[in-house]
């Protein structure tokens, strides 16, 4: 079985890979409940999110400051992860709609809703006092 055994540097790697995930997974969530109102983004959006502003947040501060190697595991990480996760998450709300892949949007009504469910439907486009479907 040793011969499945990775070598000590391959292992942190993955340890490091590991915790970035874990972590930016934890800071993307704790940004889009500091974000007041609603959100577009899903699951995948919010790991890619947090994890973006995780090395975002991490690598100002390492860039900026004379500390060595810094990690979202800490306390002061966790907070410039957050700041980070946070910009970014202004920014694709913001710019989102630029995107050039259309997001499938959580909140639209699917295709099986019945009529008297559409009739609230605040993405409906609504012409004087009669409602028209697209």
């Known amino acids: 079985m040793s011969s499945l055994q990775l070598s000590p540097e391959m ?3 993955v340890n490091d890979i590991l915790v970035w995930i874990g972590f930016g997974t934890v800071v993307g969530l704790v940004a889009r409940g500091l974000m007041p109102g609603r959100d577009p983004a899903g699951a995948i959006t919010t790991l890619v999110l947090g994890v973006a502003g995780s090395v975002l ?11 060595e190697r810094l990690t979202p595991t800490s306390p002061l990480g966790m907070i410039v992860a957050v700041a980070g996760a946070f910009a970014l998450l202004g920014f694709y709300r913001l710019y989102g709609d630029l995107l050039p892949w259309k997001l499938p949007d959580p909140h639209a009504p699917s295709a099986a809703s019945s009529a008297s469910q559409r009739a609230y439907d605040p993405y409906r486009r609504k012409y004087s006092s009669a409602d028209y479907e697209d």
């Open 57 to 67: 947040g991490c690598g100002c501060v390492g860039f900026f400051t004379d500390t």
């Open 11 to 13: 292992h942190q790697l």
